[in-house]
């Protein structure tokens, strides 16, 4: 079935489907900015890309259109652990400069960004010691 096909039975009716006052999101797979547009939709394009957390890193999940029938040969998956440069490199050659799905490079990046940034520690504030002639008169009341 085409592409278009699909998204006009399932693009006011699916189970992905998520309405708000003013948008409607999809909570599909293979949708990276998870909005309810036929760009994005991981259901009704025959090439998707995924980008979901790891153990360690980002892993990168690409469907390929030929094995569309057979759903167990139809994605490729990749676990990408390097730096944040590396991984946000490693994930534009896999979408873009390969000539998958160019149109997604801002999004998958977005993407894997976001996973790295809440992966990573929160650092600790250190408070500085006061200092001044107030500072001192109040740490002299506190002791």
């Not at 949708?31 to 890309?49: H, I, Q």
């Amino acid at each position: 079935m085409s592409g278009d096909l699909v998204w006009a039975i399932i693009k006011n009716n699916n189970s992905f489907l998520v309405k708000r006052p003013g948008v409607q999101f999809s909570a599909e797979k293979n949708n990276l900015l998870n909005l309810n547009t036929y760009k994005y939709s991981g259901l009704a394009n025959a090439k998707t890309a995924a980008i979901q957390p790891a153990a360690r890193g980002v892993r990168v999940t690409l469907t390929k259109a030929k094995n569309a029938q057979t759903p167990a040969k139809a994605t490729h998956s990749v676990v990408i652990a390097k730096t944040r440069r590396q991984t946000a490199k490693s994930v534009a050659n896999l979408i873009a400069r390969s000539k998958y799905r160019p149109d997604l490079r801002a999004a998958a990046l977005a993407r894997a960004s976001a996973i790295i940034s809440s992966k990573q520690a929160k650092k600790e504030k250190t408070l500085r010691p006061a200092k001044g002639l107030r500072a001192q008169k109040a740490a002299a009341k506190q002791a």
